[in-house]
């Protein structure tokens, strides 16, 4: 059921980059937010550095440390947002399939194996579904920009008839 949650977020988070123009993808409302591109990267990095690689470590290489990762940092380091964003989407769906097809040749995982993190314990199960987790906090945060640029687009209109947000 997860990894179904993971390919429909996938196609979600497609859906909410379709028609974004590059200006609109690097477009923040403050300088501390990221940017629709910086959020895509940062799904990309996380999909190829973290979740994958640490639910291995976990289910594979019991007492091995996770290989160390810097998602914040990683998003000036990268520079993001100095990105394409078809490229970065398609590195993001490609390494979302490859996920997928990882997870479904796993054979009769136990996902209740644990390893302890520098935060503490935690199952493979857990990470599993922080995973898809992860996912929905980035198209909350997706949407949230498309509603801050919709209403920076409109003004001096207002969207408050649509409801509060």
Request: aromatic share 10%; glycine share 4%.
């Amino acid at each position: 059921m997860l990894t179904r949650k993971l390919s429909d977020n996938a196609r979600r988070i497609q859906a909410l980059l379709a028609g974004v123009s590059l200006e609109q993808a690097r477009w923040k409302p403050q300088p501390a937010i990221w940017s629709m591109l910086e959020v895509i990267g940062h799904l990309a990095d996380e999909e190829q550095y973290d979740f994958r690689v640490r639910l291995d470590y976990t289910l594979h290489r019991p007492g091995e440390r996770w290989p160390p990762i810097d998602p914040e940092g990683w998003v000036m380091a990268h520079r993001y947002n100095e990105g394409d964003l078809t490229t970065t989407l398609d590195r993001f769906l490609t390494a979302r399939a490859e996920s997928i097809q990882w997870l479904h040749s796993l054979q009769q995982p136990d996902w209740n194996t644990t390893c302890t993190a520098p935060f503490g314990v935690i199952r493979a199960g857990d990470l599993l579904a922080a995973w898809v987790a992860h996912d929905l906090l980035h198209l909350r945060q997706l949407v949230e920009l498309h509603w801050a640029c919709l209403t920076q687009e409109v003004a001096p209109y207002q969207t408050i008839y649509a409801g509060e947000w």
